[in-house]
């Protein structure tokens, strides 16, 4: 069993740490650095100097935590917008916003799966129209099918439009 005397010296030591507590400022010098100091800075600082709180937490000794500060209610002074409401969202408001959500996955997926379609078919065009203007270009004879169903043999006007025509569907499928 401890004595008394050592029992009353551990109250004093743990009653003395709880109710000291020093003014203390944080401050940035003139050349950059960060101090802490418990006297308040000279004015010549940078920024303004803070105050740090050094009040022991709730339930350390005889002291008691500072006040919480009252949140704001209404309007959000910064950006004019309600503030959020700390009422607990009911299961039909659970349920809407899953289904947003997933509405939402389901909307990317799709516009994925579309853009895909479209790159599929581009590479496809330049492909083909790449393909087309280097037989065009070779200069051997190329021979087409007409609207009658009838083949011809392309002359020089008629190829130098056919490559045009390659060249700007390549231009356009080919990025």
Do not use: H
């Not at 743990?14 to 109710?19: I, N, Y």
């Not at 010549?44 to 339930?59: E, F, H, L, N, S």
């Not at 099918?145 to 025509?165: C, I, V, Y």
């Amino acid at each position: 069993m401890k004595s008394p005397i050592q029992l009353f010296i551990a109250l004093a030591v743990l009653l003395a740490a709880a109710t000291v507590t020093a003014q203390v400022y944080k401050w940035i010098d003139k050349d950059g650095k960060v101090q802490y100091t418990d006297t308040p800075p000279p004015i010549d600082v940078k920024g303004a100097p803070k105050k740090i709180d050094t009040r022991p937490a709730a339930g350390v000794g005889s002291a008691a935590a500072p006040p919480a500060a009252p949140a704001a209610a209404g309007k959000d002074a910064a950006k004019g917008k309600d503030a959020p409401s700390n009422k607990p969202k009911t299961l039909a408001d659970l349920n809407k916003e899953s289904e947003k959500r997933r509405a939402g996955a389901v909307e990317a997926e799709k516009k994925a799966a579309d853009q895909a379609r479209v790159d599929k078919g581009n590479q496809e065009r330049c492909k083909e129209a790449t393909r087309y203007y280097r037989d065009l270009e070779t200069g051997r004879p190329f021979a087409t099918t007409d609207d009658a169903g009838e083949r011809k043999l392309l002359d020089d006007a008629s190829r130098a439009a056919e490559m045009s025509r390659a060249k700007a569907a390549m231009t356009e499928s080919c990025k």
